[in-house]
C-alpha cells in the first residue's frame, strides 16, 4: 500500500514561489499527478510525471510557471511553483496515476491530505 504525504505549502505574497514535495513510502510510486481544489470548486489537473520523468504534462493556466519533478532515488516528486497569482490559492495534492486520462482526477487513487497554498495579492 502506497501512501503519499504532502508538504512545503504556505503562505506567500503574489509573484513569490514555493516547491512542493510528494513523499511516498510503501513502495515505489509510479507515475504521479498534482490536482489542486480550491473551496468550494472541483479539483483541477495541475501536472503528471511519467514514472520515467519524461514526459510532464502542465495545465495550461500554470504553464511555464509550474515545473513537475521526480527523484526517484528518494522517491519523490515535487512540484516547484513560480510567479505565484492568487489564483493559484488552494490545496494541493499528490496522487497516483492508475491509467487511462492523465489530465482526469478519476483516473488516480491514493490521494493524500494534500499541502495549503495561499497566495496573497
Known amino acids: 500500500q502506497v501512501q503519499l504525504v504532502e508538504s512545503g505549502g504556505g503562505l506567500v505574497q503574489a509573484g513569490g514561489s514555493l516547491r512542493l514535495s510528494c513523499t511516498a513510502s510503501?513502495?515505489?510510486?509510479?507515475?504521479v499527478g498534482w490536482f489542486r481544489q480550491a473551496p468550494g470548486t472541483e479539483r483541477e489537473f495541475v501536472g503528471h510525471?511519467?514514472?520515467?520523468?519524461?514526459?510532464?504534462y502542465h495545465a495550461d493556466s500554470v504553464n511555464g510557471r509550474f515545473a513537475i519533478s521526480r527523484d526517484n532515488a528518494e522517491n519523490s516528486v515535487s512540484l516547484q511553483m513560480n510567479s505565484l497569482k492568487p489564483e493559484d490559492t488552494a490545496v494541493y495534492s499528490c496522487d497516483v496515476y492508475s491509467g487511462g486520462s492523465v489530465y482526469e482526477a478519476i483516473d488516480y487513487w491514493g490521494w493524500g491530505k494534500g499541502t495549503r497554498v495561499t497566495v496573497s495579492s
Open positions: 510503501g513502495r515505489a510510486v509510479r507515475s
Open positions: 510525471i511519467h514514472w520515467s520523468g519524461s514526459p510532464a
